[in-house]
């Protein structure tokens, strides 16, 4: 398999190696019972000594993650004990640039009762049926949408639209600075394919979004998680790192943060923006949530204030329109997006032109009063689970109320055991996030992360309840 | 900026900088005025001697495609001499990892009148009410639909009836092994991403689809070419090649071949297929044509003959159905799937569900007649392009009538100035694809493919009869 090793980071290739393989292993890339490479066979596809990985391997025969036996090879732990010691098909030997998968691990859809994973509103909220009337009358009006190969950069029509969107929220572009597309985990994906590669330094708030962590792990970047207190990430404790080490990229997401739920002050955000000009990087400035505040609105976006095009802004309608039409926007300028909109070709040609035309009208007339309405009722849900919170959280059990945004995150108390955690839910038919997958290794995290918009009211309820009573019986 | 070297590669490391920098002013990447980066220090990103890099703008200046000037640097040329000397904002410094893009150079949506350069079909010869009829009661009676992230892999109801549709094509498979992607352009990225890296070998026919090609170049792949004649790839070279230099994936349309519309013989089918399990590589299969035959039925797939998953099967339900949906299917085994399924969810988090539920009564009901038909029609409108082209194509310009698919391939005489013929043709209101993005460097084509499907009947008739009295000027 293929590793990305940094020989001049602050990791040993051991560890390096060793972080990897976990990765593999957690995200089920690695099947349990598969036989890894042999010590020898891996030392020359990594261009290292044998050493270095049999060090590795021991680092991960120690933590029980895959065990060694003397002239068969070593293999992926089964911790159930029922050891299957298979031949090794082709495949497995087939090599992959897949370091890690925790979205396809912790995301799929789940078949719990209580999916407190996933951070999404509830279809009952969603405005479905004015989309969906939409969709109706363009198919009957203009079926050659579903004919046409849309524009790469996505349709300007619509494109219009979000210019004005963005406007009434301070950020003042022109329609050939946005790009549409499929949802924003592909914008980051199209910014990690067109300017990450292997050693890259990419700064991101500790902990951070998975989806954007998969995506920047699997173009090989070395990833530095910087510490945030409650007014966002410690731009003064960047600063110092990038002196260390210049950042490529930093991506935030400033605006009741995924998953902390923290906000960055407004003098943050300056610094922030002041320190990418100063070093010529990008930011990322992700921001699926900033409409979604339950008292005062957030500070306005790093990106209002970015004269020379080092903001990447996007802004996801996805999850707050209807997240099966895939439609998010991506602002930047000049030649940085049109390097975006050439990757968007190689993609996939471009986003569905008819989802496009469909969310339109919405966007254009009615999202704004929709949007009021929805932080009511999202406060309303977050009071309730607050509420349920105050009450049966166990001792010990520490969180911050959110001040906007779909996420709940909890600190238990030390040295939990989260995957037993999770599989006590789990039985009970409840899922949530484990805060792990929120960074980009073996970082033990005591955190836990639940969405409380993703079920109806009364069944968000009823499932926290019954996961808080799970928590108790867990920690006693 | 990036560039992927390959030190033990056939090509020097002059002409391997030379050949990038010329595609991605080819592509549009590096755009007229630009100042390129220094010598020195391209020198140190790339990690080479400052000869090696002067030696390759020495290659791009003799080729008129950038000039330098003494204290000031080097620019990329301005055909129309109007010398733009830019101060070089940020921007154009800030590294990227494109080295070619020549898919959004070619095929954004183009204001042309006549757009021979788009493989597509008319949307009146579409499915376009049928579908528009099922979005229709859809968002009706399911809006959840639009409310709901669907399974990274693809919604299984639709799987299902990709299973039935493939096992009627001589390919049995069950849904787990099925995969909906946006597109197949979307199916060959994932493969590229997962399994394609730096130096890693990939064998496609020459000429090759440029969508594919794009995709590779931007893994840093070391891409091989490999001879064709009537009976498609030539699989003796083939052979000889692997060799010297062991595959990583072979990439191959066998049927209706993009863009020269050749076939793969069946004998050579099941060499290919020997060649890939010896070498324990994948073949990519893409398969956008062969329900469009005009005669006989083409030999069956690659993927029909596969007993241990070294094919990725790709069938384009886009071109066939309504390009607009961006709907394909990945058949593969596996670890192999399960590892594109992971690189599925970093993409875009999964398709839209609600289009994907559009398009499966089609398929399940009405495919196969509507094919048949379908093949009907095209073979006519083939037959009126091949008639006007016996009338009216200049001396000199060979073709072999296609057997199916959607393109004519022309051959036009030596050392013809391609570029010059394209203005001229637009000038006219005509596009076409220049044969030469079908390669990965500046490999000199005298072809130029156009399509005949993508225009109302009499539109083609007229646009072509226009196009070949240019052609007929141009090669006076």
């Known amino acids: 398999m293929h ?30 019972g598969v036989r890894l490479p ?52 082709w495949q497995d030997l087939y090599d992959d640039y897949l370091p890690r998968a925790q979205l396809w691990r912790n995301f799929d859809v789940s078949e719990v009762k209580y999916p407190f994973h996933l951070a999404a509103i509830h279809s009952e909220l969603l405005p479905l049926q ?28 619509l494109r219009n639209v979000m210019r004005e969107h963005l406007k009434s929220r301070g950020i003042s572009l022109t ?40 995506v920047f792990a699997g173009r090989g970047a070395e990833m530095i998680f910087v510490p945030t207190d409650s007014e966002g990430m410690r731009v003064d404790v960047l600063t110092k790192m990038c002196d260390q080490r210049p950042p490529k990229l930093i991506y935030t997401i400033p605006t009741f943060q995924n998953p902390s739920g923290v906000t960055m002050s407004i003098t943050r955000r300056q610094r922030l923006l002041e320190l990418a000009r100063s070093y010529r990087c990008l930011i990322v400035e992700d921001d699926p949530f900033s409409d979604l505040y339950f008292h005062a609105p957030p500070p306005r976006a790093i990106k209002s204030m970015d004269p020379d095009g080092h903001v990447v802004y996007m802004k996801s309608f996805s999850k707050v329109l209807a997240p099966g039409c895939r ?49 009511i009722t999202l406060r309303g849900r977050m009071e309730k689970a607050a509420k349920l919170l105050k009450l049966y959280a166990p001792p010990g059990v520490n969180y911050i109320l959110p001040e906007g945004g779909l996420n709940l995150w909890l600190e238990l108390p030390p040295s939990p055991d989260i995957a037993s955690l999770h599989d ?53």
């Open 175 to 214: 329609s050939s600075d946005l790009m549409i597309t499929s949802g924003t985990q592909q914008g980051i994906d199209l910014v990690a394919r067109t300017f990450v590669g292997p050693g890259d330094t990419v700064y991101l708030e500790a902990p951070s979004y998975t989806g954007a962590i998969d």
């Open 38 to 89: 042999s010590v020898r066979s891996l030392a020359i596809t990594l261009n290292v000594s044998q050493v270095t990985v049999s060090k590795a391997y021991d680092m991960l025969e120690k933590r029980g993650l895959i065990y060694c036996r003397q002239g068969k090879g070593c293999f992926v732990a089964d911790p159930t004990h029922n050891r299957r010691q298979e031949e090794g098909c």
């Open 327 to 375: 439609i998010a926007c991506v602002a930047a300028e000049g030649n940085i997006l049109s390097r975006l909109i050439a990757a968007k070709s190689a993609s996939d040609l471009g986003s569905p032109l008819l989802t496009q035309k469909a969310v339109l009208p919405f966007i254009a007339e009615k999202y704004d009063a929709y949007a009021a309405q929805l932080r």
């Open 424 to 476: 006590l839910a789990e039985q009970e038919s409840i899922s949530f996030l484990p805060g792990d997958v929120c960074y980009s290794a073996e970082t033990p995290s005591r955190h836990i992360r639940l969405c409380y918009s993703q079920m109806k009211e009364s069944e968000m309820e009823e499932g926290l309840q019954r996961f808080l009573r799970v928590l108790g019986r867990f920690l006693q």
């Open 130 to 157: 004015d989309i969906g009337d939409t969709y109706a009358s363009l198919v009957k009006e203009q079926p050659e949408l579903m004919a046409t190969y849309g524009n790469f950069q996505g349709d300007l029509e």
């Open 3 to 32: 590793i990305d090793l940094n020989r001049s980071g602050s990791k040993t290739l051991p560890h390096q190696i060793s972080e990897t393989l976990s990765q593999r292993i957690s995200s089920g890339l690695l099947q349990q």
